[in-house]
């Protein structure tokens, strides 16, 4: 074990030989913090070790750690896909206002590399300080949420300067606004039609001549966007984006409202909606009209929620005009508004009523706009795409394989037909199922599991689209629902991510001095202490271990009961 480490075991009274090997690699990691957390210049970033009992006024002074070190990894995060070789972000003219590749392999510039550390290294950080935001604020109760919203602002800030990460759907937007503005139905045609503009060379070439499955407020507020950047391809972008931040903003004002109404911590709930990497990440970092959808469907159940459930169903059907699964608030405002516990004929007729008033809402925006109601027709076209991440989508190309191995003749695109019906079908009857459940299950979280279940037995899987259900179950994140929002959280914000082996290879081809710096970057991300509490919990654990006897105080909690089950 060592001597550091035998002394450490001896002064805490702890057998050495009874410590598993795991547990011998969290006491070093635990001295490796000691004595980091004493130098500059994390010193002055990790603050002294604090109990719960002894958080002075509202507990804000704990946000200073986990704002600034999220400042760093979403910085990182930006200056990871700047270099000219970055897979992360589109490199072509136009793009964005920096980045642009040189003369030459760009995929050979030096600083490829360290983008590539810069970029794994920021994203793990992050994850690291959200889920140590998480465990403090179960711990803090009544952190104000204007304080939060401030530590919003400043992850959020480095993104307003980065390119468009981890997807292309941004210059789609573009080209599409630009087809609304000279009076072209992006619902007939695709942005191939405006020829050799320049949207259109950034636009991926999947969907070059694919309608739009989009909503009309979505598509007219996007043609104003173009209008109003004077046709500026980087003015259209940033303006975008700008949208996004938006729909985050309506999702900030939102939750914590549906919080309290529900009796839970708003400032939990803000924590785990709004700072949760996929929001940041995506849905501002890729500017995904998903954030416009979801503010504006937070927005109304929060308002439904406060005894109007009219103005609630037309900033639900708004945020439908926007993308068609939030529908699925209007539907819940319906069932639930004439109260819990009524049989379901009770219910048909505030649901009919609801589905009248949302569908005069669309049809208001779909006449008023021009558009008309053919982008209904459209709401498959996400379905194009056809990735093994889709269970509906991946089970089709394996059984297609199978089928061709043992002599069948059958169609990659029968087989896929047969297996997206299967899965429409089984997350159908599970909606149903958590609908007529919902009273017992409780509404929000029926709500957001059927958005999930809509999404992973659906066509496609987007990292962004995992956002619907997350930031809904948000305010009633307790138990094994919080377990589902932390771990979805994490994996989304990795999936698809280019470059592993690119980055594997690199540490085999940089030269030693960079090597060792991004190694020594790493273990830094690896063991840097973020929560005040993480390492005093740490030593509680393997107190206890040593010990055989029973938990400290601090392990006795309902707050760490709770931890206990994530």
Not at 186 to 208: C, I, N, Q
Not at 289 to 302: I, K, P
Request: charged share 10%.
């Amino acid at each position: 074990m060592g001597l550091i480490g035998r002394t450490a075991a001896s002064v805490r009274g702890i057998d050495p030989s009874a410590i598993p090997v795991a547990g011998r690699v969290l006491d070093r990691l635990t001295i490796w913090d000691e004595a980091v957390r004493r130098r500059w210049p994390f010193s002055a970033l990790v603050g002294p070790d604090l109990e719960p009992g002894a958080v002075d006024g509202d507990g804000s002074r704990l946000l200073v750690r986990p704002a600034v070190l999220g400042f760093i990894a979403v910085t990182a995060i930006t200056l990871g896909s700047v270099p000219q070789g970055s897979p992360f972000v589109l490199k072509l003219t136009g793009a964005w206002f920096y980045g642009v590749p040189g003369v030459g392999d760009a995929t050979k510039h030096p600083l490829n590399f360290l983008g590539l550390i810069a970029m794994y290294g920021g994203l793990v950080l992050f994850m690291r300080v959200w889920y140590g935001l998480i465990r403090t604020l179960s711990q803090i109760k009544g952190v104000p949420v204007r304080k939060l919203v401030m530590v919003l602002a400043l992850w959020i800030a480095p993104l307003l300067l980065a390119p468009p990460l981890f997807s292309r759907d941004i210059y789609s937007y573009a080209a599409q606004g630009e087809m609304m503005s000279h009076h072209i139905s992006p619902y007939h045609y695709g942005p191939g039609v405006l020829g050799a503009a320049p949207s259109v060379t950034l636009v991926d070439h999947l969907w070059l001549n694919t309608p739009v499955p989009y909503g009309p407020l979505f598509m007219e507020t996007d043609g104003l966007l173009t209008s109003a950047s004077g046709h500026n391809e980087l003015v259209d972008l940033a303006l975008l984006r700008l949208l996004a931040v938006v729909g985050v903003g309506l999702m900030a004002l939102s939750i914590p409202s549906l919080a309290r109404s529900l009796g839970r911590d708003p400032s939990y709930a803000f924590t785990m909606a709004v700072l949760n990497p996929v929001t940041i990440l995506h849905l501002v970092g890729g500017a995904h009209n998903d954030a416009l959808m979801l503010g504006l469907l937070m927005a109304g159940l929060a308002v439904a929620r406060r005894g109007r459930p009219v103005a609630g169903i037309v900033l639900c059907a708004m945020a439908a005009a926007v993308k068609v699964p939030a529908a699925l608030g209007v539907l819940y405002i319906g069932w639930n508004w004439m109260g819990t516990g009524l049989p379901v004929r009770a219910r048909i007729r505030p649901v009919v009523t609801a589905g009248l008033i949302a569908t005069a809402v669309m049809a208001a925006l779909s006449v008023g706009t021009g558009l008309g109601w053919s982008w209904v027709l459209n709401l498959s076209t996400p379905g194009t795409v056809r990735s093994w991440v889709a269970p509906a989508t991946g089970a089709g190309i394996f059984l297609t394989d199978i089928a061709h191995l043992v002599g069948i003749g059958v169609s990659l695109h029968t087989t896929l037909s047969m297996t997206r019906g299967l899965g429409v079908l089984a997350a159908f009857g599970a909606g149903v199922w958590l609908l007529l459940r919902s009273d017992r299950i409780g509404a929000l979280r029926a709500m957001g599991l059927t958005m999930l279940i809509i999404v992973a037995l659906g066509p496609v899987v987007q990292p962004w689209y995992l956002s619907w259900g997350l930031v809904v179950l948000a305010p009633v994140a307790t138990g094994k629902v919080r377990t589902l929002i932390i771990g979805s959280s994490i994996v989304a914000a990795f999936i698809g991510l280019p470059a592993g082996r690119q980055l594997v290879s690199g540490l085999f081809q940089a030269d030693p001095l960079t090597v060792a710096v991004a190694l020594l970057v790493c273990l830094a991300i690896l063991t840097l202490p973020l929560s005040p509490f993480d390492r005093e919990r740490l030593l509680a654990r393997w107190r206890r271990r040593g010990d055989g006897g029973s938990a400290p105080q601090l392990e006795e909690s309902g707050a760490s009961r709770d931890l206990v089950e994530v």
